[in-house]
């Protein structure tokens, strides 16, 4: 079995993987066209983020078992099409968050201080020592806006240099942050009382642009602003715009919308503007870091079977893989869905496991399922580490087994509680290996958990799925499929539509506008 080594990983890690002793082939300035040529000759496969691991690379990997990325994330792989070829996908999380959370609080002393301009200024030889007046962090509040591992070590930090640290993060519970001494409060509040705001969220749909012209609005006069996680997260236009109408004292980032950022990006003019090119991972023991974890997963996986730092596929042995491997898809689409429709700040999770599937090894099930439920707002949660970012959150998960079945050979039923009250999802499996969603909140029906859905709540009145229907007709789109429940006539119904692309958000909400139609949400699965 031979592993392929790309982009430079560090010595370090090679050196792990020919102590164990596993063929290695180390080209670190590999080309796209070059690595697809000679992808059908690996069974391993580590990158970085120099080279992008897509669907054609996949497609011609025919003894590839596993692809690793040396690093946070696997956004230059395609995880979907290793998944259905059955490739494990790996990363090393945990090798850059002490370096990445310690280039953030650089980032804001520099700000506070002004050192880099400060630096350019002596640089041209002067001495402007009154035009670069700074802040104190003591007796500052710091905003920090997702409290996954990175934001965490942000947040502790700041609290040595007695800075007040109010924190946002629809996961983590207020009990679960007062331990850590972080105050929890909603994104508008925080928006308004913060001095400096640092976001750490993942790039998805709900966080792209979380802070642009309207949440600037809502911030305190002078804030001073630091991105070190994803570009996209920062409106870099509205940003830009703020700070030269003195809305906003100062930003620094590290990441951007397009890197590297091209000459026309605004923010490159600005001097109360701190740039630097993605460098939140860039120390050597950041480097060593991820590179020794890898490598010794890749050791785990070759020579002993054992899976860790998978981000699509369970820590499971490969013959407990083949029995539960159904009920862990079902699992995953039963908490996506309600993580999307349900899932805000989440207290409590509650799965009941009755029939057949209770005499399974549950646990990577509810792996599954949390890692659904929780995955569409924190960044690299899968079925590996899910139950310890519930734990992370205070988020209270249980489960209990029956084997006596009820209505299905097997059903499993997820509860969860949040602040607002509660909500239940219910699936089963047909003919032991196809999904389907079989229950929500006591409406029954038998629904394919799959794509672009239409979750929709409506008065039971005749005409109003006719309405709906031509609606969405009407924008261009076809409905594939059509799902329907209800419990009594003339009460509530409920309607779980698969649509073969998803809406804008001007339709949904003209959708939502209709006559007798209460709730309209949209799901993909």
Request: glycine share 10%; with cysteine; proline share 3%.
């Amino acid at each position: 079995m031979k592993i392929l080594v790309c982009d430079g990983l560090e010595n370090a890690g090679v050196e792990i993987l020919l102590s164990a002793e596993l063929s290695v082939d180390v080209r670190p300035e590999i080309t796209h066209d070059e690595l697809t040529k000679l992808i059908p000759d690996y069974s391993g496969l580590i990158v970085r983020s120099k080279s992008v691991v897509d669907a054609g690379i996949i497609d011609r990997s025919s003894r590839l078992r596993v692809i690793g990325r040396a690093g946070t994330g696997v956004d230059n792989i395609d995880v979907t099409a290793a998944t259905r070829r059955g490739i494990v996908v790996m990363n090393a999380a945990e090798g850059n968050t002490i370096t990445t959370a310690e280039h953030t609080f650089a980032m804001l002393m520099a700000l506070a201080r002004q050192i880099p301009q400060a630096t350019g200024s002596m640089r041209q030889g002067k001495w402007e020592k009154k035009r670069f007046l700074g802040v104190e962090l003591r007796g500052k509040s710091l905003g920090v806006v997702g409290l996954g591992r990175i934001g965490r070590a942000v947040a502790e930090r700041a609290s040595c240099f007695g800075m007040a640290v109010l924190g946002y993060d629809p996961y983590f519970t207020k009990d679960a942050a007062s331990k850590i001494g972080i105050e929890m409060i909603n994104l508008d509040d925080l928006f308004a009382a913060a001095d400096f705001i640092t976001v750490h969220t993942p790039l998805t749909d709900e966080t792209r642009g979380i802070i642009n012209s309207a949440s600037i609005e809502k911030m305190k006069a002078g804030v001073r602003i630091i991105n070190c996680a994803r570009g996209g997260l920062v409106d870099e236009a509205a940003l830009a715009a703020a700070i030269r109408a003195g809305r906003v004292a100062g930003a620094a980032l590290d990441v951007f919308e397009q890197e590297p950022p091209g000459s026309d990006n605004p923010l490159l003019g600005i001097d109360q503007v701190i740039l630097t090119p993605h460098l939140g991972a860039s120390t050597e023991e950041a480097q060593v870091g991820v590179a020794t974890i890898i490598a010794e997963q890749f050791v785990d996986y070759f020579k002993r079977g054992a899976i860790r730092g998978a981000v699509n596929v369970p820590s499971v042995t490969a013959e407990t893989l083949a029995a539960i491997g159904p009920y862990i898809a079902l699992g995953d689409k039963l908490g996506l869905f309600q993580g999307q429709v349900f899932g805000h700040d989440i207290r409590e999770v509650h799965i009941e496991y009755s029939g057949e599937v209770a005499e399974q090894d549950t646990g990577p099930i509810t792996q599954a399922v949390l890692a659904g439920l929780l995955g569409p707002v924190i960044e690299r949660v899968n079925m590996v580490n899910a139950r310890l970012v519930a734990d992370e959150r205070g988020i209270k998960v249980s489960e209990s087994l029956s084997r006596k079945a009820r209505d299905f050979a097997s059903l499993i039923n997820v509860r969860a509680v949040t602040a607002d009250g509660q909500s239940e999802i219910a699936g089963a499996l047909m003919g032991r290996r196809d999904a389907r969603i079989v229950r929500i909140n006591g409406f029954s029906l038998e629904a394919i958990p799959k794509g672009d859905m239409l979750f929709i709540l409506n008065n039971d009145v005749p005409g109003v799925l006719g309405r709906i229907a031509t609606s969405i007709g009407d924008l261009g789109i076809n409905i594939g499929r059509l799902y329907l429940g209800r419990k009594k006539i003339g009460e509530n119904a409920l309607a779980l539509i698969q649509i073969d692309q998803p809406l804008s958000a001007g339709d949904l909400t003209a959708l939502c506008s209709l006559r007798e139609v209460i709730s309209v949400q949209q799901v993909k699965l």
